[in-house]
């Protein structure tokens, strides 16, 4: 199995594009990409993205993108898992590099939802969730998380406020990251008392969904060389469960998460300690808390502490969303994984700049689709 | 690499199934695999899928069907590539198991178009096509095939009748296929004059779209061992083309055809000649026409002779559509890159009953997006 190496990372301003397309927010990416890591062309090329079939009408993106980034011919495809579909098409990168049968692939996640507006368009969002046992009772994926954070209060006797350190760090973060969507500041005190989305999860709890772009160069060991910007992928997991929460055998449990980050953790040798910066899927508060939790963070009903007790800025003992996370950054479903890697690499690389962690070996980025039933994690280091 | 090997197929009824849902489909079609394969679980479910997040309004299938096979945990997720996303499911099952990081994979691919009905569902299909250059004049995949139609009649000097030979092969071929949605034969002398559809494309040259899924067990051949099914996955390659057909240097040329299908003969070290037996992507005839120059198999000009001199049928020659390819057998789109591989494994492991070609060593299976932007070919041998 040959080694992977990220050697390119391109992204656009995350954000609400009226005025560019979906291709044109994917191509803008992929040229970055392929000029940070020096090349003119891939072995091929796999999207991740979530709704393009729905809010935008285009399905066969991967040909679509791959002719109008300038590379006809080369092999493409898209690949869809709710808002972990950028986290999935790095794994398909992965394989693909891995398995010997390519030696450079463009990894490109993309999102355009302002195509669509209303009411319409979060119907859409509700296809992450289980059509016949989630979406027919009006379900939709933050009314889900109100229920899961609610349930999470009680058993553990938490509170709202608990829960604010996420926004507070991802905001603080997010407001020294020119491509983030929300680049305001957050004050604590302030956070359980923000607009109700779906009680208790409110405005400053939940990301924005959000139109952006991102690219990886993805190259075998031996293709990279001693490629400057080189950063290797040392595991690569998926784990899934059922889609309905209702279904799982403990709702307050991540088992893809667990699945996935374990299986990442095993690959590499490595435990959850080792990991010194961590971008997280921060939909909200109460996913954040529960994936540190499965994940290996944190023991059940204490994921949330982590941040009560501040230890998630850039220089604390734990750094995550280090770029605004999901929260500030934003949300480009099919993109937000791809833009993780992005973020983790350019942690490693030393050129985070104003978000720069300090002195970081190794990196994770964990991709949640939904409520968590499609989880995928990737270990990244120097 | 590891050597990749088919050891179970499954398969439901190709057909209008409207009391059945997706996910319903798709289990029965991944139980079949699993008992014909004798295994209870597989390490990762890879799901081919067009249309599910805009009919059936569901995303995430992979996560979905994975839990609904029994199989929750596992590695699983979806590709699309429109009417190829099962050929490019089973591309992504082969790297799983030739990169080494699995060693049994269920391919399934599903389709079920029947959640929605009317114009609406037509709209789905044009997301095939281009949205911002071929969409939004009105062209439909049928009236794009219409227009290479016309231009090769008139390239070419070739009638509407020269084709008759694919309809005629797939529907008597199709005749005897319990699982083929049409089982009449065609009549060569009433081709030219079924009702028209998109002139000069008509009722008895294009493939019905329809519900159904497939699904294959892959094994590495170190699990397989000397597994009775077993079935070798000796090539397996994608190719592209600009999606809007205008885009294109020569519209009459299949260049994700050609790539596609000289990558896979590059890889298996084998040429057209060595085929015994092939499921083409037959949506319309001019297609299978187009697709059959540009793999090699006639040289330009040429394809629709194979048809007009009657090679096709399953002691021909050159057997194609041997269970009634998409015309016959119907087209659940992204379930029908899945149905071509199980057809062929069926045919090398001499288990095609009616349909059986005799004595084939050689099967290829050629899946196709839309007008030809994705081409996914795969090369089997006992």
């Known amino acids: 199995m040959n080694d992977v190496m990220i050697t390119g990372v391109g992204m656009t301003p995350v954000g609400e594009h009226w005025e560019t397309s979906l291709r044109a927010l994917a191509v803008g990416a992929a040229q970055a990409a392929m000029q940070d890591a020096g090349v003119q062309t891939v072995d091929a090329v796999i999207v991740g993205n979530a709704l393009g079939g729905s809010i935008s009408k285009q399905h066969q993106l991967g040909a679509l993108l791959a002719d109008h980034i300038g590379l006809r011919g080369v092999e493409a495809f898209r690949v869809e898992a709710a808002d972990a579909s950028g986290g999935v098409a790095l794994r398909q990168g992965y394989l693909l590099i891995a398995s010997g049968l390519a030696q450079s692939v463009m990894v490109l996640g993309v999102e355009k939802v302002t195509d669509m507006v209303g009411g319409e368009r979060g119907a859409t969002m509700q296809t992450f969730t289980d059509s016949e046992y989630e979406t027919v009772q009006g379900a939709t994926p933050v009314a889900l998380a109100a229920l899961l954070m609610r349930r999470y209060m009680h058993e553990y006797g938490v509170s709202l406020a608990d829960f604010a350190g996420f926004s507070v760090n991802a905001h603080a973060n997010g407001s020294k990251n020119a491509n983030a969507m929300y680049r305001n500041l957050v004050k604590a005190e302030r956070f359980a008392s923000a607009p109700v989305v779906a009680e208790p999860?409110?405005?400053?709890?939940?990301?924005?969904?959000?139109?952006?772009?991102?690219?990886?160069?993805?190259?075998?060991?031996?293709?990279?060389?001693?490629?400057?910007?080189?950063?290797?992928?040392?595991?690569?997991?998926?784990?899934?469960?059922?889609?309905?929460?209702?279904?799982?055998?403990?709702?307050?449990?991540?088992?893809a998460a667990n699945l996935s980050a374990g299986r990442a953790f095993e690959q590499a040798r490595l435990l959850p300690a080792n990991v010194n910066v961590l971008e997280l899927h921060d939909s909200t508060t109460i996913l954040s808390t529960l994936a540190l939790e499965a994940s290996g963070f944190a023991e059940r009903g204490h994921g949330w502490e982590l941040a009560a007790h501040g230890k998630l800025g850039l220089s604390g003992q734990f750094p995550i969303s280090t770029f605004g996370g999901l929260k500030a950054r934003g949300n480009p479903f099919g993109a937000t994984g791809v833009y993780q890697a992005v973020e983790i690499a350019l942690q490693l690389r030393g050129q985070a700049g104003a978000n720069q962690v300090p002195d970081p070996r190794i990196g994770m980025a964990q991709s949640i689709g939904g409520l968590g039933a499609t989880v995928v994690t990737h270990l990244f280091s120097r």
């Open 201 to 255: 999860v409110n405005l400053f709890d939940m990301a924005p969904e959000a139109d952006g772009a991102a690219a990886l160069i993805l190259m075998s060991s031996e293709r990279a060389g001693r490629h400057p910007n080189a950063v290797r992928i040392i595991a690569s997991a998926v784990g899934t469960d059922a889609v309905a929460i209702h279904d799982r055998t403990d709702p307050l449990y991540l088992m």
